[in-house]
């Protein structure tokens, strides 16, 4: 079965560095979303990116995050510089179509710790 | 957005059929129900969505009462690995592609 590819799957950061997550979405999936879970509560949307555009973005998704397609398999978030409260589960998805009843694949996640 | 609402914990026996209740009783005519699940902080899993017929696949059944005020998940025979956080979704109204979890329901399937 097809998955979503996220790595690292452990990251360690320094507060005020950049880190980039990569996820490998579903090949031919058009749409890409990344979601966070901070530890103990619920899965929040971030970001939704379709034809090298954002799509739609959550108030989370401020000016230190930026998403990107720099290639034709790789999907990517950046996080300028880090804040403690960054600390979370990334979850990266994608879908074939553009809208919810496509239904979505979720990746494993990268679990960002920032010190 | 159409709000709702699952209780917040409830067990089921290994082999047994475990339904999973959702009351979205603000829900508007063309919005549609989807289940996704999350196994320990694994990512969601994408299990079935419906708008007023019932819907099975392969992995569950989905009930939808004719009101649409609320409606039930059915894991026909639950196996351990079945143990998740099931989320009942009515997505953001006006937004296509966003999906806002609230705190779903955490089954535990006992040996």
């Known amino acids: 079965e097809p998955e979503v590819t996220q790595t690292p799957s452990h990251q360690v950061t320094q507060m005020g560095q950049e880190v980039i997550l990569r996820c490998v979405p579903i090949?031919?999936?058009?749409?890409f979303y990344w979601y966070r879970q901070i530890l103990g509560q619920k899965v929040e949307f971030l970001v939704s990116f379709y034809n090298n555009e954002i799509s739609e973005k959550s108030e989370i998704f401020d000016d230190q995050f930026s998403v990107e397609r720099p290639d034709g398999s790789n999907f990517t978030l950046k996080i300028r510089s880090t804040k403690l409260e960054d600390s979370a589960m990334y979850f990266c998805?994608?879908?074939?179509?553009?809208?919810?009843?496509?239904?979505?694949?979720f990746g494993s996640g990268t679990r960002l710790t920032v010190v | 957005d159409a709000k709702t609402t699952q209780p917040p914990s409830m067990d089921c026996a290994e082999g047994r059929a475990a339904n999973l209740p959702c009351n979205h009783s603000t829900i508007s005519g063309n919005e549609y129900v989807y289940w996704y699940r999350q196994i320990h902080s694994q990512g969601p899993q994408y299990i079935i969505h419906g708008l007023k017929n019932n819907e099975t696949n392969e992995m569950a059944s989905l009930i939808i009462t004719e009101d649409r005020k609320s409606s039930t998940l059915i894991l026909p025979h639950a196996t351990l690995r079945d143990t998740a956080v099931y989320y009942c979704i009515v997505p953001t109204r006006g937004s296509a592609r966003q999906l806002t979890f609230g705190s779903g329901t955490q089954l535990t399937v006992l040996p």
């Open positions: 998805a994608s879908s074939e179509e553009g809208h919810l009843r496509g239904g979505y694949t």
């Open positions: 090949s031919n999936h058009l749409y």
